[in-house]
């Protein structure tokens, strides 16, 4: 194949993103997501990136999910770990949660990872307004994922881009190439961002979504009105809002507010009026020939991003909210693809005996001495989720391509037989590196000794 051939055949090649975000009210999560998740649709995803705002965060909640992971995060982790997906990094400001997944076959390609976040609510103290954002390279691209909650109300559409050019402005990353969230060569901008409908009675308002001609409010949506205004903003594309808006809600029902009317030390509440608070949007950062005004040529467009879903999930009641889901095909020429670190498991494992495996770097990083190489089941739901593990020599660093052995004592391996593969954490990177091939665990004597199997006498379980 000529060398232009193979330039052609890695740049198509495609990645599948799905995205979510759903301000939650406070509220448990429900029992299934797999609707949300669109894991029965007959595009496979690559990645998931969920957003979520309103996490339930008393100060005695939030602490205790500092300690182990929330309940909203054990839901999407038991969902997606035995679909292949593992949890590449999360990030949690109060209320404020975002959550990566990945296809464990993109593991070693996504790397660089960084999270960070900006508080904007009650004077910046407590966090219940803001954006937390992950960033990370994806096959030798930049990409951030920025979530945000901002600050609610008709009347302060100003504000919320005021909020907004803050967070970019105070969330910074530790890359000299990518230092800011705009330097990313794709970014994606999602959350509750609480922008409503302007002008338009709450009659209207019903009347144009029950008829369906949702077109009928885009011009009043204070978003694209802003839009049309604000230099930043019109450089973030959106798909076209042909679902119903997602807030507010009765709880439990795809009915529109029926709260009654309250009042406060004289004041009389009204009912919220229905509005697209909760959006997804993207942006591609300009070439420099488009910046110099010139057509950029086909080796500089390495990254296409195409929407091919924008809709909310109306079926799901939990929230006043309802989820906003979106599908996107990322084609990109792979800047790697090859692993930092080759892994392999050496010979037959059980936990009758010590297991040996070798692995060998392939290209230059910047190691660590806490990075570690963990024992992995199939279906594990993050890099933390491993069985056993043994630390990399911390004495002398390996040249390129020099094996290194290692060994797991037997008393750490699992008694039961089962598919297992092994990972190289790098501490620095944040990232599972390199992986090895799939291969079984044996199981052991002690497994029978301890009536953990049943004993097979003449073909018989006894």
């Known amino acids: 194949m000529s060398a232009g051939g193979l330039r052609s055949r890695r740049r198509h090649h495609a990645c599948r993103l799905h995205i979510v975000t759903w301000n939650v009210a406070t509220s448990e999560p429900p029992d299934d997501v797999r609707s ?50 593992v949890k590449v990094t999360s990030v949690r400001m109060q209320g404020l949660l975002l959550i990566v997944f990945a296809k464990q076959t993109h593991l070693p390609f996504i790397r660089d990872i960084e999270s960070t976040y900006t508080r904007t609510g009650i004077l910046g103290y407590w966090g219940n307004k803001g954006g937390v954002s992950v960033r990370f390279s994806l096959y030798g691209h930049m990409l951030c994922f920025l979530n945000c909650h901002l600050a609610a109300h008709m009347n302060y559409a100003v504000q919320r881009v005021d909020e907004f050019e803050y967070i970019l402005d105070s969330q910074d990353f530790d890359f000299h190439n990518t230092p800011n969230v705009l330097d990313h060569k794709v970014v994606f901008w999602f959350g509750d961002l609480n922008f409503r409908i302007a002008d338009h009675g709450l009659h209207f308002l019903r009347s144009s979504i029950n008829s369906g001609r949702f077109n009928l409010l885009w011009s009043k949506d204070q978003l694209m009105m802003m839009k049309k205004k604000e230099p930043l903003l019109q450089e973030f594309e959106e798909g076209p809002l042909k679902f119903k808006p997602t807030y507010k809600f009765d709880r ?38 488009e910046q110099s005004g010139s ?122 037989a089962g598919d297992y593969i092994l990972g190289y954490f790098s501490r620095n990177m944040q990232s599972l590196v390199g992986l090895s091939p799939t291969f079984q665990i044996m199981e052991s004597r002690l497994a029978l000794l301890e009536g953990l199997v049943p004993e097979n006498v003449n073909g018989l379980d006894k």
């Open 36 to 85: 949300l998740l669109q894991l029965d649709s007959d595009s496979p995803t690559d990645l998931y990136v969920i957003g979520l705002q309103e996490v339930r965060a008393t100060p005695v909640k939030y602490i205790s999910d500092l300690l182990a992971e929330d309940s909203w995060s054990h839901l999407f982790m038991n969902t997606l770990g035995p679909n292949g997906f």
């Open 252 to 289: 439990f029902s795809e009915t529109y507010d029926t709260s009654p009317q309250r009042t406060w030390f004289g004041f009389t509440g009204k009912k919220r009026k229905p509005a697209w608070t909760d959006r997804i949007l993207w942006r591609i950062k300009p070439s420099n020939n």
């Open 295 to 416: 057509i950029a040529d086909d080796e500089e467009v390495s990254i296409k991003v195409t929407q091919d879903l924008y809709t909310c999930d109306a079926s799901y009641g939990v929230s006043d909210h309802k989820p906003v889901i979106s599908s996107f095909n990322i084609e990109l020429q792979k800047q790697v693809d090859t692993p930092l670190v080759c892994v392999s498991a050496e010979g037959e494992w059980s936990a009758d005996e010590d297991a040996v495996l070798t692995y060998f770097i392939q290209e230059r990083f910047d190691t660590c001495t806490s990075d570690w190489i963990g024992l992995y089941k199939i279906g594990f739901k993050s890099a933390l989720d491993y069985t056993a593990f043994a630390w990399v020599p911390e004495h002398e660093i390996p040249g390129v391509n020099e094996v290194v052995q290692l060994s797991m004592k037997k008393d750490d391996l699992p008694l039961l």
